[in-house]
């Protein structure tokens, strides 16, 4: 059995190939055009690093699907599943487009969130409304938006398959913007359940991860089955995630995290973990007497975290991301046993076992 340390470095090694890979790509299909103000700040965040994830995960499903060694071929001229009759060329399609359209759509989001949430840093750098202004970051979102189905649109699949990926991209973002508004909605209740929160999670989060497993399904030809299991892969482990960042932002050292240890409990954001203690009549608004991120101290944060562990609320969200990971590579089974989809698997635990 790997060790969560063996299985870490494999991942990250995994990622760090395919992300030198995406990140050759991005200039190639978003270049720096005019307005050129517009489009530097469209691919402010892109440039500024990233580990990549989502569109590791499509890449490496299309090498599962293919059957064919990892990073060995050349995902601008990949196989599709239809390879044709004997004597003729494979058929092929330009993979590393719809891995560059996922990654755009993600920082589209991510710069709409740090307005909403006004934000200062994003990645180390900077937000992009505090390093441009207001209305640039506003429009290169809108841009990056955009521009995510114009990458997809070229990844060359058959007309019937591009509109099927363009359906599933539009339906994610449709889906992100719902999730948002429920995160927003949930910070003035105190009654969510924790159905509600996953369905939150859900469709903020976990979507993007199930495009970005699927559509390598979709654009090669996969059948409807495979195309399913992909996206419900992809929808667990995002969710998983999710779910295990609200554990890490307690029980991770702070200068691991990068912030303050305990900052979502100290500004009463909505977790699967508090939203489990108030069912446990845990008192969550008054675990710690401060809103102020850096007057808490790590004594209080301490005994907050005592009190939810005894209400077995931190359990209940290991467990819960722990399930979903499980069901996640249950749903692998539809693919060829090959070592792309050994590494599908990896990913999977990875994300719940990661430190920082």
Known sequence: MTSPKAREEAVLEAVRKRRERVNEAIPEELPIGRPERLYEASRYLLDAGGKRLRPTVLLTTGEALADVPPLEGDYREFPTLNRGEPGETPATIDIMNAAVSVEVIQSFTLIHDDIMDDDDLRRGVPAVHKAYDLETAILAGDTLYSKAFEIMLDAGADPQRTVEALDILATTCTKICEGQSLDVTFEEREDVSPEEYLEMVEQKTAVLYAA???????????????????YGYGLDIGCAFQIQ??????????????????????????????????????????????????????????????????????????????????RGKDRLEVLPDNEARDLL????????ERGY
């Open 345 to 352: 698997f990896e990913i999977a635990d990875y994300l719940i």
């Open 245 to 326: 960042d609200d554990v890490l932002d307690l029980t991770v050292p702070s200068e691991k995290l990068g912030k303050q240890r305990g900052s979502d409990l100290v500004e009463n954001k909505q977790t699967l973990i508090t939203v489990h203690a108030r069912e446990q009549d845990v008192d969550v608004e008054n675990l710690i007497d401060t809103t102020d991120v850096d007057a808490v101290t790590e004594a209080e944060i301490d005994e907050a975290v005592a009190k939810l562990e005894e209400a077995g609320s931190i359990g209940y969200a290991n467990e819960m991301a722990r399930d979903l990971v499980d």
């Open 212 to 230: 970005s497993a699927c559509l390598p399904a979709v654009l090669m030809g996969a059948d409807d089955e495979t195309v399913d299991a992909l």
